[in-house]
């Protein structure tokens, strides 16, 4: 991957917007590509927060596991999407899991390298506090559902969420262009298969969604928006 490449990468994701370019391509210079195969684990809970990862292409999950290692999804970075970001800045030990769900190249900017250059742009510390902020909003908002939102709503809500961010138009409705078995889907909402096996059925059956093998089709978005609304005025 070229400088110009990750200097494109890093310019679309959150943390770098309207940073001066020139400074952009410092960050760009630092970056080394990783390349994981799928189901390959990038870090682990507990491991060294070493390095801020970039995804280029491809899927990785962030994890945590439970009791009797069952796992929840906690969220899917796609292309663009950076992580590893907390860990980066405190160098505290990881406080989730990483792995791939396909094929997936990575861009990489060690801890030490990035903090050197944080020393030198005073202007990057700013947009990292932004994303951190973000993504407090964001794990609020996900403890907010687990706790006032019944299985349905939460399960409408999420694909709701993945049409906006993988929707890919199609003849029916909306597919949700990524690879998602309804196990996965169980892990991010904390649930079993059955669950979310027994809501898919029931919208299927309704006309709102299409299910085929690890992919669903959104035809009817405005009946999955109802479920979550009148589950919230509840």
Not at 66 to 72: A, F, T
Not at 107 to 132: G, N, T, V, W, Y
Not at 206 to 222: F, L, M, N, Q
Request: aromatic share 4%.
């Amino acid at each position: 991957m070229s400088s110009q490449d990750t200097f494109e990468l890093l310019s679309r994701n959150f943390l770098f917007r309207d940073v001066d370019p020139s400074a952009l391509r410092r960050v760009a210079e630092l970056g080394i590509k990783r390349r994981l195969a799928s189901g390959e684990r990038l870090f682990s809970k507990g491991d060294d927060g070493d390095a801020l990862y970039g995804v280029i292409n491809g899927n990785v999950a962030i994890c945590a596991s439970g009791p009797g290692r069952k796992e929840v999804i906690l969220s899917v970075m796609e292309p663009g999407d950076i992580l590893g970001e907390v860990a980066l800045i405190d160098g505290l030990p990881r406080t989730a899991d990483a792995r791939a769900l396909e094929p997936a190249d990575l861009l990489m900017i060690r801890r030490r390298d990035f903090l050197a250059l944080l020393e030198r742009e005073p202007k990057l510390s700013i947009h990292l506090l932004q994303l951190l902020c973000e993504r407090l909003r964001q794990t609020n908002s996900l403890v907010e559902d687990a706790a006032f939102l019944s299985l349905s709503a939460r399960l409408a809500k999420r694909l709701l969420s993945l049409a906006t961010l993988y929707g890919e138009a199609a003849e029916e409705g909306v597919h949700i262009g990524l690879k998602l078995s309804q196990s996965s889907m169980a892990r991010m909402l904390g649930t079993s298969r059955e669950s979310v096996n027994k809501h898919l059925q029931e919208w299927v059956r309704a006309g709102y969604i299409d299910v085929a093998r690890s992919s669903v089709t959104v035809k009817d978005r405005e009946a999955l928006q109802r479920i979550v609304k009148d589950d919230q005025g509840a």
